[in-house]
């Protein structure tokens, strides 16, 4: 089963506006994770893991998180606070830094476009 130290937990639900929002608002979102269910070992890395150990790990927390219903809320938060460990929403560490690094490249391509303003074509 997930579990974050009690104070994590509520600093990320009580005090996090950045949280995504439950469409039903039922409660917040990782009251319905399925990993709250499973064993923590499975999403954080013991110290000096074997990278085959690591690898097996890490597949098998990303097919309970395949079947998360709040996986796309579980990967946001894990993407906006931002966490550096474990398996959050099927991407691990390495992964959510690749996206991250991918959703600045497209901030900063888009403010280019957007100080370059649209071209006017010369008249012939």
């Given amino acids: 089963m997930l579990q974050l130290p009690p104070q994590r937990l509520q600093v990320a639900a009580a005090t996090s506006p950045r949280l995504p929002a439950r469409e039903d608002e039922a409660g917040p979102w990782h009251t319905e994770a399925v990993c709250r269910r499973d064993e923590a070992g499975l999403f954080f890395a013991p110290s000096k893991e074997p990278t ?62 957007a100080s370059t303003g649209p071209q006017i074509a010369a008249a012939g």
Avoid: F, S
Avoid at 64 to 84: D, F, G, S, T, Y
Avoid at 95 to 113: C, D, G, H, P, S
């Fill in 52 to 113: 085959a150990a690591r690898l097996a790990r890490e597949e098998a927390a990303k097919r309970v998180c395949a079947r998360c219903p709040v996986m796309i809320e579980c990967r946001e938060h894990a993407l906006l606070q931002p966490e550096p460990y474990g398996v959050w929403g099927g991407l691990t560490a390495a992964e959510r830094r690749v996206v991250l690094a991918r959703r600045r490249r497209r901030e900063v391509e888009l403010k280019k476009a």
